[in-house]
């Protein structure tokens, strides 16, 4: 399809669809959610993040620890390119995530890159079936961090899975332990 070509409903829904589940994914890294994580893999997707190379799956099992020795995380994606090919899509995000050290490290870690994505759709469901992780640079800086002013004292503050704000109130509609 020629850049700026107009989609139909059905390429809006599968982009859509996509981007629910890239989200999903940033969530699940940033709340150490097992659980968010596996949701973006089909069950035999395969990753390729540098320190780990293989099942998509057995990564997000070992991400919550390893992200939760971080005090925070934020994963925000941006130029999100989806190129449809039948069932399958290549998708592209630029990534840039932000890595709070652990108290005492008196630094904050930014990466920045891109997802480099093999999407594929099954009985209407868009799943990751490939990441490939592309590092463009990385910048440590020493910690800002000031979060006891009073513009901030009053504020929720994030957490990991289930202490994050958002578990709480889905906890309290839901009235279930998530």
């Known amino acids: 399809m020629p850049t700026g070509t107009v989609p139909d409903m059905e390429e809006i829904a599968d982009r859509m669809a996509i981007e629910q589940v890239l989200n999903i994914h940033c969530r699940g890294v940033d709340r150490a959610s097992e659980v968010d994580l596996k949701s973006a893999y089909w069950p035999e997707a395969e990753v390729a993040y540098g320190s780990f190379n293989g099942s998509a799956h057995s990564f997000c099992e070992m991400l919550p620890k390893g992200i939760a020795r971080y005090r925070s995380t934020h994963h ?7 190129e449809r090919l039948g069932a399958d899509a290549v998708v592209e995000s630029y990534v840039t995530a932000y890595h709070h050290q652990p108290e005492g490290a008196a630094t904050e870690m930014t990466y920045f890159g891109r997802y480099v994505d093999h999407f594929q759709k099954r009985d209407d469901v868009w799943k990751i079936l490939f990441r490939d ?9 020493t910690d800002s961090a000031d979060l006891s002013g009073p513009t901030f004292s009053g504020l929720a503050k994030s957490g990991r899975k289930p202490d994050d704000p958002l578990y ?11």
Do not use: R, T
């Open 76 to 82: 925000q994606l941006a130029n999100i390119i989806v």
């Open 133 to 141: 992780v592309v590092m463009d640079w990385n910048q440590n800086l």
């Open 168 to 178: 709480i109130l889905k906890n309290k509609i839901l009235g279930e332990q998530l």
